[in-house]
Each structure stands twice: as C-alpha cells, then as structure tokens.
C-alpha cells in the first residue's frame, strides 16, 4: 500500500487552502459582506482544531500533521513579513503632517478612545481564569486587548475603501491620514508591551544599530534603480525581522519598521498595489489557515462568543465615540464622523497579526486569540454594509478635502 508521504499531505492542505474559500466566496456570492479575505480568515477558523478538527479529529490528525503545519507557518511568516512591510511603505506621513492639527486629533481620538473602552473590557476579563497566558502581566494583557481593540487594518481599509470606489477622493486619503498615524502608535505600543528587561540590552542595541543602519539604507536606496529597489528591499525585510527577533520584539516588529522608513515614491505605486494584490493572491491565505489552526474553544464556545460579542461593542463604540468627537472639534458635517468612524473601526488582517504576536508571546491565551479574531472578522463584515448606504445618502462628503 502506499504510504502518504509529507509531500503529499502539504499539497492536500494547499489544495484545501485555496479551493475551499474561493469556491465559498463565488458560489455564495459574498463579496458585499465578506470579501475573499475576509472568507479566507473565517475558513481558517473553521478548518482548524476549534471547529471541523473537534468534529472530525481524524481529518484533522491526518492532513495536518506537526511537519506540514511546521512548513505552513515557514510560509506564514514571510507572507505576513510582505504584507506588514508593504503597510509600513504605504504610511503617507509627509500628508499627516500637512494637515497635522486636523490629522492629530482625530487620529488620536479615534485610537484612544476605544483603547480605552478596550482596556476596561479586558479588565473584565481578568475577573475569569483562562484569557490571560501564565506568567504575563494584568497590565500587558489589559494594554494588548485595548489595542487590538484599537487598531485600524490599513491594507483592508485599503481594499474597502477601493471598493466603495472612495480610495483615490479627498475623503478616502483623510481617513489613510489617520489610520497611517494610528498605525505607527499601534506598533509604537506594541514594543512597549514586548519590552523585556532581561533582554533590554539587545533591544537597546538594536534601537540605534537599526537608526544607524536605516541612514545607510536610504542613501543606498536613493542611488539604486526601480528594479534594485524591490530585491534590495527584500534583504532589508529579511535582516529587519532577524534582528527584532534577535532583540526580543518580535519579527513583525522588525517587519514594520523596514517599510516605514522607506519612502512610497521609490517604487511606482502601481507596482507596489500589484505586489499587495499578489501577496494576498498567493501567500496569505496559507497565513490565514495557520492562524485558524490556533483557535482554541476551551473555555467554552458561549464564553468566547460573549467576550468576542463584548470586545467587538467596545471597539465600534469606542471608535464612533472618538471620531464623533473629533467632528465635534473640527466642525465636521453631519454623518460625516459616522462615515469615517465605521472605515476606521475594520479590523481584519493587521488586528490578527497583532494578536499573532501577543500569543506568540504568551501574553494571551488560544481563547482569548480566538474571542479577538471572531471580533476582527465580524468589524470588517460590518463595513461595507453599514458605510455604502451612508455614502449613497451623502455624497457630496466624498469629495470633502478636510
């Protein structure tokens, strides 16, 4: 008879990845309420151990093996190095600066808002055994779960707002302004909960060798042509990632910051909406699968639905309520915020990379992973839903510059 060789086994699991999503999203036609993306993610949650696996642990024993789950996560990772990179690129900073007293507000209010709302749900949860990992402190969970509460998907939002046919309008580039500076507060405080005292040394290191290294890196940059850019690039990730892992911050971290200090006008930006579209085609769905392979139950489906339903009402209310704000200050007109505030609030794919690390990092445990996903996959449902009947009544607000 013959034997399944691992080979085999990885390619079933690749065939499963793609086939069973994609089929999913065109047969049921799902793209209003859920993009491809956002069906990829749930068909993680799905296949893995939480849901078929508990309902057919023999599929599951036998397709997902330790050596093909060990090469899923090899590619898992360098998919999300790509993707949290090229976010780190599209950061319009040199914008948010121009319009800095309208940008700082309103991306302040938006984050820290429902950073707030977030922190006292995980207080919440602290008062229950089984979310926070052993060994982690209250407050890096209480300040982990806030802001995954926080954080705005910039690569989604992206995707959205290209949907919703907003992208390229004065409105659509406002709200990249405020996410682009919420996301460097997001990572900014993400170190700060991996900060290790027993390694601080090695971070500190780090910090000024990568200051040092960056300064080299854009001179060389500057001086390459277009198509050295994207290799070069390439090696620049790869030595980034190495060395934050290295110091203790997390690959991802490392990720991150090797895009934002490279400039989008190096690289023409309808390559660069290529390589994202190509990244998320061909690598990101095996990163979603890995991610759907760490759902855990244990604590009881209802209890993880009920965190996920009271984290998912303290991320919108936070954010509506930071926004509204914020339009109250500036002067905004009516329905405006409720737009901006509900772009704001997507979730998805940069949320579920941050709780990636927070797990990783054993800060969370599996059932407070998977209450932070169904939260994330249910935000991004929202949107288009709740935002295209908005823009359809006020459409003049598209075309709004500040």
């Excluded at 069906?39 to 309902?55: D, N, T």
Aim: one cysteine or more; hydrophobic letters at 60%; aromatic letters at 10%.
């Amino acid at each position: 008879m013959h034997s399944i060789s691992t080979t085999e086994l990885f390619l079933i699991a690749m065939l499963i990845i793609f086939s069973i999503p994609y089929l999913t999203w065109r047969i049921l036609n799902t793209d209003y309420y859920a993009p491809l993306v956002v069906v990829q993610i749930i068909a993680g949650i799905l296949l893995g151990p939480g849901v078929l696996g508990a309902a057919f642990p023999a599929y599951y024993e036998f397709v997902f093996t330790p050596s093909v789950i060990q090469s899923l996560n090899a590619i898992a990772w360098w998919a999300v190095m790509l993707f949290v990179m090229i976010a780190g690129i599209e950061l319009d900073l040199k914008k948010a600066w121009e319009h800095r007293r309208e940008s700082m507000i309103t991306a302040g209010l938006a984050l820290g808002t429902p950073l707030i709302f977030g922190c006292i749900a995980a207080a919440g949860m602290l008062l229950f055994a089984g979310w926070i990992a052993p060994g982690a402190a209250p407050w890096q969970f209480i300040l982990g779960v806030g802001m995954a509460c926080a954080v705005t998907a910039l690569p989604i939002l992206i995707l959205l707002m290209e949907k919703l046919e907003v992208l390229r309008q004065p409105i659509g580039q406002r709200i990249l302004r405020y996410a682009s500076i919420d996301d460097i507060a997001i990572w900014g405080v993400l170190a700060i909960i991996l900060l290790d005292w027993t390694r601080v040394g090695r971070q500190a290191a780090f910090l000024v060798l990568f200051v040092v290294a960056t300064i080299l890196y854009r001179k060389l940059m500057i001086k390459l042509q277009q198509r050295d850019r994207w290799y070069v690039a390439l090696i620049w990730l790869a030595a980034c990632g190495l060395a934050a892992d290295w110091a203790g911050l997390h690959y991802m971290v490392g990720a991150f910051l090797a895009g934002a200090v490279m400039d989008a006008e190096w690289f023409e930006q309808e390559k660069m909406d290529a390589l994202r579209h190509h990244v998320l085609l061909v690598i990101m769905p095996v990163f979603f699968l890995s991610t759907g392979l760490r759902t855990n139950w244990g604590v009881g489906g209802i209890a993880v639905f009920a965190a996920a339903a009271v984290l998912l009402i303290a991320s919108i209310s936070g954010k509506l309520a930071g926004v509204h704000l914020a339009g109250r200050i500036l002067g905004w007109k009516k329905g405006e915020a409720s737009i901006i505030g509900w772009l704001l609030q997507t979730k998805a794919l940069i949320m579920i990379i941050f709780v990636n690390i927070l797990l990783d990092k054993k800060i969370i445990t599996n059932e407070t992973f998977t209450a932070l996903l169904l939260m994330a996959v249910a935000s991004t449902m929202l949107t288009v839903p709740v935002v295209h009947p908005k823009l359809q009544k006020l459409k003049e607000l598209i075309f709004r510059s500040s």
